[in-house]
């Protein structure tokens, strides 16, 4: 039962380089999203997609792009890492649109530091 | 003014008592939901129970349940006879509709409780 999948788990990057986090389910799910965790705060939405080739902003969007060109996967880029960046990533999936009471699933998260 | 508060930053409980984490949410919006997330020393995070603010009955899973207010609009998230595994940080979400500021992918999330159980 893979669910949602994300890689890398551990990466440091220096400033101004650039990274894609990879991120695929196999529950056919037609929502993903992706979210971050600053320490000791909850998670914030970066940017999430409604079905393949659909993407939109969430509330932390600056920094960051994404794709969505099949169903199963959701990769996203950051471009000039910043160590405002260093947070952990979490990248989750939904049947349907949340605000219909489905529950998201998350993958395992990538943590990530900019130095 | 913040939409979810979790005024707990940390809690202890013995192992195998009934232990309540404490949620309070602010929203204009008459149908919202109300997530409770658990996330273990590895980061991962885990779905326990949802209530929806429409739904008649508080909601149940397990050893979980969920202690819905809507006039006092606070959703505590009820584990009973704790276990060493339930040691985690503990997270309240909701969801709002795409009128009243939410997304369709923007759970709003409290800052968390640590719950340590203690044998």
């Known amino acids: 039962n893979a669910g949602v999948t994300q890689t890398p788990k551990f990466r440091i990057l220096k400033i101004g380089q650039s990274m894609t986090l990879q991120c695929t389910q196999d529950m056919n799910h037609n929502y993903m999203y992706w979210y971050r965790q600053d320490p000791g705060m909850g998670l914030k939405l970066i940017y999430y997609?409604?079905?393949?080739?659909?993407?939109d902003k969430g509330e932390v969007p600056n920094g960051y792009n994404v794709s969505r060109s099949t169903t199963e996967d959701f990769p996203l880029r950051l471009e000039l890492a910043a160590p405002s960046q260093t947070s952990v990533y979490f990248c989750?999936?939904?049947?349907?649109?949340?605000?219909?009471?489905?529950?998201?699933?998350f993958g395992e998260g990538s943590w990530l530091t900019v130095v | 003014a913040q939409k979810i508060t979790q005024t707990q930053p940390g809690m202890f409980v013995q192992e195998k008592e009934a232990v309540t984490l404490d949620c309070t949410y602010d929203t204009s919006d008459p149908s919202y939901g109300l997530f409770w997330y658990k996330q273990p020393s590895s980061g991962e995070m885990i779905f326990l129970i949802y209530q929806g603010s429409y739904d008649q009955q508080n909601a149940t899973e397990g050893r979980y349940s969920l202690n819905f207010q809507k006039a006092r609009k606070s959703a505590n998230l009820v584990i009973s006879a704790s276990q060493l595994g339930d040691s985690a940080m503990y997270f309240c979400?909701?969801?709002?509709?795409?009128?009243?500021?939410?997304?369709?992918?923007?759970?709003?999330f409290g800052k968390g409780t640590k719950l340590s159980v203690k044998p």
């Open positions: 989750a999936s939904s049947r349907d649109s949340v605000t219909s009471g489905n529950t998201i699933y």
């Open positions: 997609s409604v079905g393949a080739g659909i993407t």
């Open positions: 979400a909701m969801r709002e509709g795409r009128n009243y500021g939410g997304s369709q992918g923007n759970l709003i």
